[in-house]
């Protein structure tokens, strides 16, 4: 990019630092101000309001920090290595902007109306402690945008549409020093993910992933104050629990199960699903569904012991306080882990699958195939209907502790 410097440009340089000035000459017009380099040198931004102004092919670097930016577009604008921030951003569109690398593109108290549409956010160092980050206070939503080794994140309602990223970061809201959480609610839809994605330690009032393809969702006990909802949704994995949900909802996804571990430093564990809360908050989770679900394999560290040979090591289920739905679901192996009033399984196959200690109100199997082995050790169910338990010749059922009697 070719790029003159901004105090070679009177008109616009005055205008820029004068916005009294730009309302009087332009009204509600917006400044357009093209081709200008605004960086370090010889221009001090600190804390000037840019306000109704149309940058375009314009290049930004060094460390800019503003009061406010409000009603303002950046087109196929370039923050090389920048420290851009501004206190509030109101109503600012980045449009086909890029970062050239690491950058920090911040809005530090409230953030209203900012959109990210076709932007390159390309980070070049893998070590997460040297990730830029693209970070607003309150609302973002980041729109068919691409990107590696970011911290891409938001406050508020985050949306994430369309965007094709590498390994990055979206652990959205924050805990402050004092404790208090500010919760983001967070929407994605129709993205690829490739390498590790993390939302883990997010906090968060709600959480929606729709039709997104993940190579590892790292879950990472994300905080969710409310639901969950994962829909059309294809992953090699999906690795580790929230810390707390009120609901998780599962829908019409695949799991294929891939290592998630550096087979050079450390043994291979094959993950596909893990589906829980942290166990303190088990309480608070009141409904679970699975419905369209297949997982495939899971090999490595188990949750549940069980006494069935080949250890269920694989896809780790929690239920719903109140409710538990398991339907139309193909799953290789399972530890199933319930503590719940109702609990209905509908047309599920598998191979093994152990339900060990839980108890239930009302356990309820429909066209259940579950071939090998079944481990019903210490498990206690106020009501039964196991007609739909369909049996096999060879299979295994152990009901050792517990209080199931299948004829």
Not at 103 to 132: M, Q, W
Not at 193 to 203: A, D, L, P, Y
């Amino acid at each position: 990019m070719t790029a003159k410097r901004i105090e070679e440009m009177p008109r616009e340089y005055t205008l820029l630092m004068n916005p009294e000035q730009r309302r009087a000459a332009l009204g509600d017009q917006r400044l357009k101000i093209s081709g200008a380099d605004i960086g370090v040198g010889g221009t001090d931004f600190y804390q000037k309001e840019w306000e109704n102004v149309h940058f375009h092919d314009c290049i930004f670097y060094g460390h800019t920090q503003l009061s406010r930016i409000r009603n303002c577009v950046f087109e196929h604008c370039q923050f090389p290595g920048s420290n851009f921030q501004a206190y509030h951003f109101e109503d600012v569109l980045f449009l086909r902007s890029d970062t050239l690398g690491g950058a920090y593109l911040i809005a530090g108290n409230t953030s209203k109306n900012v959109r990210f549409v076709e932007c390159d956010f390309g980070g070049r160092n893998p070590d997460r402690n040297h990730y830029g980050a693209i970070y607003c206070y309150q609302d973002v939503s980041y729109e068919r945008c691409t990107g590696q080794y970011m911290d891409i994140v938001g406050n508020g309602i985050v949306i994430y549409r369309d965007c094709k990223f590498g390994p990055i970061d979206a652990s959205n809201g924050t805990v402050t020093d004092d404790g208090k959480r500010i919760r983001a609610t967070v929407l994605v839809d129709n993205c690829t993910f490739k390498g590790n994605t993390e939302i883990g330690r997010s906090v968060l009032t709600s959480l929606t992933i729709r039709n997104s393809k993940f190579d590892v969702l790292d879950i990472g006990l994300a905080d969710v104050q409310g639901d969950v909802l994962i829909e059309g949704v294809q992953a090699g994995a999906m690795v580790d629990v929230f810390d707390n949900a009120g609901s998780i909802t599962i829908r019409n996804s695949r799991f294929r199960g891939v290592n998630v571990r550096p087979p050079e430093l450390y043994p291979e564990i094959y993950r596909s699903l893990d589906c829980g809360v942290n166990q303190e908050n088990r309480r608070n989770l009141k409904s679970v569904v699975l419905d369209g679900v297949e997982c495939g394999r899971d090999e490595g560290d188990g949750y549940v012991p069980n006494l069935i040979d080949d250890t269920v090591s694989g896809c780790w289920i929690m239920g719903g306080l109140d409710t538990t739905v398991i339907r139309n679901s193909k799953i290789l192996k399972a530890s199933i882990w319930l503590e719940s009033a109702n609990v209905t399984i509908d047309n599920y196959e598998g191979e093994r699958a152990s339900f060990v200690t839980s108890k239930i109100g009302s356990l309820s199997f429909r066209a259940t195939a579950i071939v090998k082995a079944i481990d019903f050790t210490g498990v206690q169910v106020q009501t039964l209907d196991a007609k739909g338990l369909v049996r096999f010749t060879g299979q295994r059922i152990v009901t050792a502790g517990s209080n199931i009697y299948l004829p």
